[in-house]
């Protein structure tokens, strides 16, 4: 007889008891059920009125999924009415959208957001609870922040019409004041989001490390305390040997321990699982994910997540199917729509620019122009994931452009790419994929990636 555990090895129930479903990790949709996935939601007005450019082809794809997922990445309120301020504190820009966003986004086809990330916490605690309460009232699920740790790591739920989807969402990447907090005694819980904390250790090759370990053994204030062959701690950073040189990171056990039960009881109470990363690391110059995310990807799956989707690094990283289910490791940017205005003195400070003589536009020009001028930041996929007898059978990629070319204003608005752009578009998603082993085939200008029932790939 099959016995149900927790990783803890504690008993969940028998088949056969009244609660004998309550481990189980199965999906439970109705035949047809899809979710649409896309990046970041970077978009500071409302769109769907005016006749953007192939815009309407976009939405039209958004509008025809059971859920349609997107990463948050701007605050919405009023800054005539706002009673909070830009924190010192921030993402590299505050990003700032108006009120009548919320109900745009609904209109779109939106129903489910994401929102830890860089971001969350731009303009403070305020902007989060009035970001909050837009997404509340036009009835858009988001998940990711709240006033303590408990609520920012929950799952929430949206219902659909062939089952119940939950949805995680956790950053990695964040300002360290945005992290949330639980009560301890008689400390009151801390608003902020929900995080996975990453330590990060910088690998060199062998004769390197001597180097800094020399560096370090002269500085003033320096004590052994015990020698370790193979790494050096400088100035507040871990470096390790090794034959590479590059990034490494270890999660938090604490971090991962929660988000693997938030996962586990977000499915017990759902038939689909969303789990979202929003992770910079270990760089937007970098085409693969940073080397802990796979494993953790996987692991999240395991626990009953149905799909992993990555976002941060405002670029497309490569496609995994594991079990059946997709791990998108990174989808880029769905807008790049930064008219948000105003932003806050320090950001002022950061491009040598002075609110007195320089525009908002003019700062945050400067602030793309410091990583952000390739076109590839402006080239992304809608993704379409079909499930049939509870399997993803069909996942279809349409290739997407911003408008890399267009002046400021008009930029960032995202319409279909075709010919040599779609096809370049794909076979770089197809180039970051293959080390997964996904097979991704081009027909007519859209990616597909198909799988037979019941199998893994």
Same mark, same amino acid.
């Given at each position: 007889?099959?016995?149900?555990?927790?990783?803890?090895?504690?008993?969940?129930?028998?088949?056969?008891?009244?609660?004998?479903?309550?481990?189980?990790?199965?999906?439970?949709?109705?035949?047809?059920?899809?979710? $649409?996935?896309?990046?970041?939601?970077?978009?500071?007005?409302?769109?769907?009125?005016?006749?953007?450019?192939?815009?309407?082809?976009?939405?039209?794809?958004?509008?025809?999924?059971?859920?349609?997922?997107?990463?948050?990445? $701007?605050?919405?309120?009023?800054?005539?009415?706002?009673?909070?301020?830009?924190?010192?504190?921030?993402?590299?820009? &505050?990003?700032?959208?108006?009120?009548?966003?919320?109900?745009?986004?609904?209109?779109?086809?939106?129903?489910?957001?994401?929102?830890?990330?860089?971001?969350?916490?731009?303009?403070?605690?305020?902007?989060?609870?009035?970001?909050?309460?837009?997404?509340?009232?036009?009835?858009?699920?988001?998940?990711?922040?709240?006033?303590?740790?408990?609520?920012?790591?929950?799952?929430?739920?949206?219902?659909?019409?062939?089952?119940?989807?939950?949805?995680?969402?956790?950053?990695?990447?964040?300002?360290?004041?945005?992290?949330?907090?639980?009560?301890?005694?008689?400390?009151?819980?801390?608003?902020?989001?929900?995080?996975?904390?990453?330590?990060?250790?910088?690998?060199?090759?062998?004769?390197?490390?001597?180097?800094?370990?020399?560096?370090?053994?002269?500085?003033?204030? &320096?004590?052994?305390?015990?020698?370790?062959?193979?790494?050096?701690?400088?100035?507040? $950073?871990?470096?390790?040997? +090794?034959?590479?040189?590059?990034?490494?990171?270890?999660?938090?056990?604490?971090?991962?321990?929660?988000?693997?039960?938030?996962?586990?009881?977000?499915?017990?109470?759902?038939?689909?699982?969303?789990?979202?990363?929003?992770?910079?690391?270990?760089?937007?110059?970098?085409?693969?994910?940073?080397?802990?995310?796979?494993?953790?990807?996987?692991?999240?799956?395991?626990?009953?997540?149905?799909?992993?989707?990555?976002?941060?690094?405002?670029?497309?990283?490569?496609?995994?199917?594991?079990?059946?289910?997709?791990?998108?490791?990174?989808?880029?940017?769905?807008?790049?729509?930064?008219?948000?205005?105003?932003?806050?003195?320090?950001?002022?400070?950061?491009?040598?620019?002075?609110?007195?003589?320089?525009?908002?536009?003019?700062?945050?020009?400067?602030?793309?122009?410091?990583?952000?001028?390739?076109?590839?930041?402006?080239?992304?996929?809608?993704?379409?994931?079909?499930?049939?007898?509870?399997?993803?059978?069909?996942?279809?990629?349409?290739?997407?452009?911003?408008?890399?070319?267009?002046?400021?204003?008009?930029?960032?608005?995202?319409?279909?790419?075709?010919?040599?752009?779609?096809? +370049?578009?794909?076979?770089?998603?197809?180039?970051?994929?293959?080390?997964?082993?996904?097979?991704?085939?081009?027909?007519?200008?859209?990616?597909?990636?198909?799988?037979?029932?019941?199998?893994?790939?």
């Amino acid at each position: 007889m099959e016995e149900f555990t927790h990783e803890n090895g504690s008993r969940l129930g028998q088949p056969g008891d009244s609660y004998d479903t309550v481990g189980s990790i199965a999906t439970n949709v109705a035949d047809g059920f899809t979710m $649409v996935a896309v990046g970041d939601l970077i978009v500071s007005r409302a769109l769907t009125n005016y006749q953007h450019t192939g815009f309407g082809d976009i939405v039209k794809i958004l509008r025809d999924a059971d859920v349609t997922f997107g990463n948050l990445e $701007v605050n919405i309120f009023d800054i005539r009415s706002f009673n909070g301020s830009p924190q010192a504190e921030y993402g590299g820009a &505050y990003h700032l959208s108006l009120p009548e966003v919320g109900p745009d986004l609904k209109e779109m086809g939106f129903n489910i957001v994401g929102r830890a990330n860089n971001h969350s916490l731009d303009w403070g605690v305020e902007g989060m609870r009035e970001t909050s309460r837009v997404l509340d009232q036009n009835g858009i699920i988001h998940a990711g922040v709240g006033e303590n740790l408990a609520q920012a790591g929950a799952a929430r739920f949206l219902e659909t019409a062939r089952g119940r989807v939950a949805m995680l969402s956790f950053a990695t990447t964040f300002a360290p004041m945005a992290r949330a907090g639980d009560p301890a005694g008689e400390a009151p819980g801390r608003p902020g989001l929900n995080a996975l904390r990453l330590a990060q250790n910088i690998i060199v090759p062998p004769d390197l490390l001597e180097s800094l370990r020399s560096v370090r053994d002269v500085l003033p204030g &320096y004590r052994v305390v015990g020698r370790n062959p193979d790494q050096v701690v400088l100035a507040g $950073v871990t470096f390790k040997a +090794g034959d590479t040189a590059g990034y490494s990171y270890e999660a938090d056990p604490r971090d991962v321990a929660d988000i693997l039960r938030n996962v586990r009881r977000g499915k017990q109470f759902s038939d689909f699982c969303i789990v979202t990363n929003h992770a910079h690391e270990p760089g937007g110059w970098c085409e693969e994910p940073a080397d802990y995310e796979q494993s953790f990807a996987r692991r999240l799956i395991d626990a009953g997540a149905d799909a992993y989707v990555g976002h941060g690094p405002h670029r497309l990283r490569g496609i995994e199917i594991y079990k059946g289910r997709p791990i998108f490791y990174s989808l880029g940017n769905f807008f790049e729509d930064d008219l948000g205005t105003p932003s806050g003195a320090d950001m002022f400070d950061e491009y040598a620019k002075d609110p007195r003589v320089d525009t908002d536009a003019e700062v945050k020009v400067a602030e793309m122009a410091s990583g952000f001028t390739d076109p590839i930041f402006y080239e992304s996929i809608v993704t379409v994931s079909r499930f049939e007898q509870n399997q993803l059978t069909e996942l279809l990629l349409y290739p997407i452009e911003l408008g890399h070319s267009k002046r400021f204003a008009d930029r960032g608005i995202p319409h279909l790419a075709t010919g040599s752009q779609a096809r +370049g578009i794909l076979e770089r998603l197809q180039k970051h994929s293959e080390p997964f082993g996904t097979k991704i085939t081009i027909e007519h200008s859209i990616g597909m990636i198909r799988l037979k029932p019941g199998s893994s790939r």
